[in-house]
């Protein structure tokens, strides 16, 4: 049976009138080449194999790191090198906080990888292997002296030119290092950004850039001033008037920045950077959504790209959903576990990820367990992911907990497909209109209404099922 407009993103606005769509644990794809019988099918997402877990040091994995063939990871409060064959060394202990740890390196250049955790910094020497905590600077303490001293507490770190810095958090301070060696803070290599009052909440090094986001306010400083004991200063003509909402929701991806963003007017736009212009990439569903969500400003973003796909993970504590963006199809779909002891969604179980050793690996939100994520991988671990797919009827409203596909059980999907909304990319199906009743909550959570199988073989079927002249 052909279902028209049942090959799409997540689209539930705020009214289901509208549209009514949910694809959990599926994204679409879109057939560009060749003469496929369909113009779009869904993809199950990655599944997920256990690649080695740290239990020494609690968790969560805080950081996954990779550089020159080597991989390192913050879980809990240990620092690690992680090996090819899954076996880890520790090196030392790290101060914990719920915010995810940072890592930046100058490579080869000084050996040195910069570990940021708990608002200390610590220096891991890649040829030695020692592992030391950096003396701290405290301004609110009279007593310690302003002296090459890493800045505490502290928000953010990043590496350019062979300079590392440090943001100092609640403020619009920032300082560097002596080049290429992060153990010498000098007092005089600070400077407070002045172009905006409102304070920074992280910072992030792209393209020799150096990009400051506030609340509010965002601005961009480079190397301008070798000469200067400060070198960086602000880029001229690239005054931002939107800030970040969520520090941990910026990452590198597609050659530019994406982030969930704030500014005077209000909160909860993820944006795309599009040389210095950010550009709305959130839909008016995706939004309606995240303002349910009471944690949103302690989101935590990572991204990889596979077969093509470049995705931006959003993951927000104790949310139903990890929601995704695929920029390949400027489509939103949602990421999730199902929990069968309360019967609900669970965000997905990935917090951070890096490539290594030829493998996407992402470390887990709760625990000290690092998986190996891949598209052949059809479970979590040991725990087979449901697959379901949802076809809202205006008749019906029973909520049904997912079914299992017998084909394929690694694609959990909950896709509740409705009119099509004005905002989907017309290269992937629509839909007539269809009305029905608002039988939905304003809750974020929406229950299934139709269960049937979701399988990697949903194409087959909708290929068997479409005549040659129509999308799925």
């Given at each position: 049976?052909?279902?028209?407009?049942?090959?799409?993103?997540?689209?539930?606005?705020?009214?289901?009138?509208?549209?009514?769509?949910?694809?959990?644990?599926?994204?679409?794809?879109?057939?560009?080449?060749?003469?496929?019988?369909?113009?779009?099918?869904?993809i199950g997402t990655p599944g997920l194999r256990g690649f080695t877990n740290i239990t020494v040091s609690g968790g969560p994995v805080r950081c996954l790191w990779t550089q020159n063939g080597r991989m390192f990871a913050v879980v809990g409060t240990g620092f690690y090198e992680v090996y090819a064959t899954g076996r880890v060394r520790k090196y030392g202990r790290v101060v914990y906080d719920d915010a995810p740890a940072m890592m930046c390196s100058n490579g080869i250049g000084g050996d040195q990888i910069l570990i940021l955790s708990g608002g200390y910094g610590y220096v891991f020497n890649t040829l030695t292997g020692v592992f030391v905590r950096l003396p701290v600077w405290n301004r609110d303490d009279p007593n310690t002296?302003?002296?090459?001293?890493?800045?505490?507490?502290?928000?953010?770190?990043?590496?350019?030119?062979?300079?590392?810095?440090?943001?100092?958090?609640?403020?619009?301070?920032?300082?560097?290092?002596?080049?290429?060696?992060?153990?010498?803070?000098?007092?005089?290599?600070?400077?407070?950004?002045?172009?905006?009052?409102?304070?920074?909440?992280?910072?992030?090094?792209?393209?020799?850039?150096?990009?400051?986001?506030?609340?509010?306010?965002?601005?961009i400083w480079y190397n301008g001033a070798p000469d200067e004991e400060f070198p960086f200063v602000p880029l001229e003509g690239t005054a931002i008037e939107h800030g970040i909402?969520?520090?941990?929701?910026?990452?590198?991806?597609?050659?530019?920045?994406?982030?969930?963003?704030?500014?005077?007017?209000?909160?909860?736009?993820?944006?795309?950077?599009?040389?210095?212009?950010?550009?709305?990439?959130?839909?008016?569903?995706?939004?309606?959504?995240?303002?349910?969500?009471?944690?949103?400003?302690?989101?935590?973003?990572?991204?990889?790209?596979?077969?093509?796909?470049?995705f931006y993970v959003l993951y927000i504590p104790n949310a139903e959903t990890s929601w995704v963006y695929d920029i390949a199809t400027n489509a939103w779909h949602e990421r999730a576990t199902w929990n069968p002891d309360t019967l609900r969604w669970e965000p997905h179980l990935g917090r951070c990820h890096c490539y290594a050793f030829g493998k996407h690996l992402v470390g887990d939100?709760?625990?000290?367990?690092?998986?190996?994520?891949?598209?052949?991988?059809?479970?979590?671990?040991?725990?087979?992911?449901?697959?379901?797919?949802?076809?809202?009827?205006?008749?019906?409203?029973?909520?049904?907990?997912?079914s299992r596909s017998e084909s394929r059980s690694t694609s959990g999907s909950a896709s509740t497909s409705s009119s099509t909304s004005s905002s989907r990319s017309d290269s992937l199906s629509s839909s007539p209109s269809a009305s029905r009743s608002e039988s939905r909550s304003d809750s974020p959570s929406v229950s299934p209404s139709v269960s049937g199988s979701a399988s990697s073989s949903l194409s087959e079927s909708l290929s068997a099922s479409s005549s040659a002249s129509g999308a799925p």
């Open positions: 049976m052909r279902v028209p407009g049942f090959v799409g993103p997540s689209y539930t606005p705020r009214s289901v009138n509208v549209d009514a769509e949910r694809s959990i644990n599926l994204y679409p794809e879109n057939v560009t080449d060749g003469t496929g019988a369909v113009r779009a099918y869904l002296p302003d002296n090459e001293y890493f800045p505490f507490p502290c928000q953010a770190i990043a590496f350019i030119d062979g300079y590392f810095l440090a943001l100092r958090k609640d403020s619009r301070e920032v300082r560097c290092t002596d080049v290429d060696d992060n153990m010498l803070w000098p007092g005089n290599a600070w400077l407070i950004v002045s172009t905006a009052g409102d304070n920074l909440r992280t910072m992030i090094a792209t393209h020799r850039h150096l990009w400051l986001f506030g609340e509010h306010n965002s601005h909402l969520a520090p941990s929701s910026v990452v590198s991806l597609d050659n530019t920045l994406f982030w969930l963003g704030s500014d005077v007017t209000g909160v909860g736009v993820v944006w795309r950077a599009n040389g210095y212009t950010p550009e709305r990439i959130s839909t008016h569903a995706v939004e309606y959504w995240l303002k349910q969500c009471p944690r949103l400003s302690s989101s935590i973003a990572w991204a990889y790209q596979d077969e093509g796909h470049s939100r709760s625990s000290g367990q690092i998986y190996e994520m891949n598209l052949d991988f059809y479970d979590e671990d040991v725990t087979p992911l449901d697959s379901v797919v949802v076809v809202t009827s205006p008749s019906r409203s029973a909520s049904l907990s997912p």
